[in-house]
Antibody, heavy 125, light 114 residues
Framework: QVQLVQSGAEVKKPGASVMLSCKASGYTFTGYYIHWVRQAPGQGLEWMGIFNPSGGKTTYAKKLQGRLTMTGDRSTTTVYMELSSLTYEDTAVYYC??????????????????WGQGTVVAVSS | DIQLTQSPPSLSASVGDRVTITCRASQSIGTSLNWYQQKPGRAPKLLIYAASSLQSGVPSRFSGSGSGTDFTLTISSLQPEDFATYYC????????????????FGQGTKLEIK
């Protein structure tokens, strides 16, 4: 069965960097894009970026460009997300999610069909 | 960026009630609209994709409709396990170009027990 298993909770100081992992299993790793989404305490969902495990291409949210890096390792079917220059506003639960797709009336429609369990990142001095 | 506005922000209802949540997009997005359910401490779960298609394994009491700018999620008869927060998501700028941001979410609707 499809699974995305994320790394454990992190506590970081302001200005530090954090790297999270998302290990995929149960499907062809290179066949599906992986996204990262975060949720600040008591807030909604914020899309962060997308990683293509096949070619390594990335697209990041404008507000995170310059601080966000996504990479992948096909040998371990793992995607990594590194966020640098952390501030208190980066305190959140971070999720990875797989993008599914379907053709509807000649158009491709996409959605996030599987999610990791989430990783808490707390930025604290 | 495409903005999504959900209403109401919160809703109190009873088991057995019929509930409707709406999501309005700031521009036409065709049927590029998905719905998710999130329970406290858990990851979101896909309910509806492409505006009206039920994800496998999701109970048939959930349904979605709409196109263009106005969308609805309906729960025909609320069950105790349905009390959660619901989010809409647009994917209009996703494939093939993935113009940033390719996805945005509504602010959520919290469904509580009356």
């Amino acid at each position: 069965q499809v699974q995305l298993v994320q790394s454990g909770a992190e506590v970081k100081k302001p200005g530090a960097s954090v790297m999270l992992s998302c290990k995929a299993s149960g499907y062809t790793f290179t066949g599906y894009y992986i996204h990262w989404v975060r949720q600040a305490p008591g807030q909604g969902l914020e899309w962060m970026g997308i990683f293509n495990p096949s070619g390594g291409k990335t697209t990041y949210a404008k507000k995170l460009q310059g601080r966000l890096t996504m990479t992948g390792d096909r040998s371990t079917t793992t995607v990594y997300m590194e966020l640098s220059s952390l501030t208190y506003e980066d305190t959140a639960v971070y999720y990875c999610a797989r993008e599914g797709a379907i053709a509807v009336a000649g158009n491709i429609r996409t959605y996030f069909d599987y999610w990791g369990q989430g990783t808490v990142v707390a930025v604290s001095s | 960026d495409i903005q999504l506005t959900q209403s109401p922000p919160s809703l109190s209802a009873s088991v057995g009630d019929r509930v409707t949540i709406t999501c309005r997009a700031s521009q036409s997005i065709g049927t590029s609209l998905n719905w998710y359910q999130q329970k406290p401490g858990r990851a979101p779960k896909l309910l509806i994709y492409a505006a009206s298609s039920l994800q496998s394994g999701v109970p048939s009491r959930f349904s979605g409709s709409g196109s263009g700018t106005d969308f609805t999620l309906t729960i025909s008869s609320l069950q105790p396990e349905d009390f959660a927060t619901y989010y809409c998501q647009q994917s209009y700028n996703a494939p093939p170009t993935y113009s940033t941001p390719p996805y945005t979410f509504g602010q959520g609707t919290k469904l509580e027990i009356k």
